[in-house]
Nanobody, 125 residues
Framework: QVQLVESGGGLVQAGDSLRLSCAAT????????VTWFRQPPGKEREFVAS????????YYTDSVKGRFTISRDNAKNTVYLQMNSLKPDDTAVYYC??????????????????WGQGTQVTVSE
């Protein structure tokens, strides 16, 4: 059984940066794509960024392009989300999820089985 654990969230001001981490325990996710989602207060969970198993392919939602960077260190069994120039609209609980295979980067939350518990990111004005 794979378990995902997110960390790195916090309260920051607009314009600040944070780096989120998603670490896998139990079974590694070296051979799987990983996706970051977020759920703003009172809203549905939404796609943020995704990365294939090798890191060669990454995908972003339009609102974070140029500000967020997804990366992975397979030796450490960890995927990162570097978030720069944060805005109040980025406030949400951020979740990582393991894809079904090496290239599964679907933006639909219902396509994912393994999720972390989430980490809160709050961006103040």
């Amino acid at each position: 059984q794979v378990q995902l654990v997110e960390s790195g969230g916090g309260l920051v001001q607009a314009g600040d940066s944070l780096r989120l981490s998603c670490a896998a325990t139990g079974r590694p996710f070296t051979n799987y794509a990983v996706t970051w989602f977020r759920q703003p207060p009172g809203k549905e969970r939404e796609f943020v960024a995704s990365i294939t198993w090798s890191g060669d392919n990454t995908y972003y939602t339009d609102s974070v392009k140029g500000r967020f960077t997804i990366s992975r260190d397979n030796a450490k069994n960890t995927v990162y989300l570097q978030m720069n120039s944060l805005k109040p609209d980025d406030t949400a609980v951020y979740y990582c999820a393991r894809g079904r295979n090496s290239y599964s980067t679907t933006p639909h939350p219902q396509d994912y089985t393994y999720w972390g518990q989430g980490t809160q990111v709050t961006v103040s004005e």
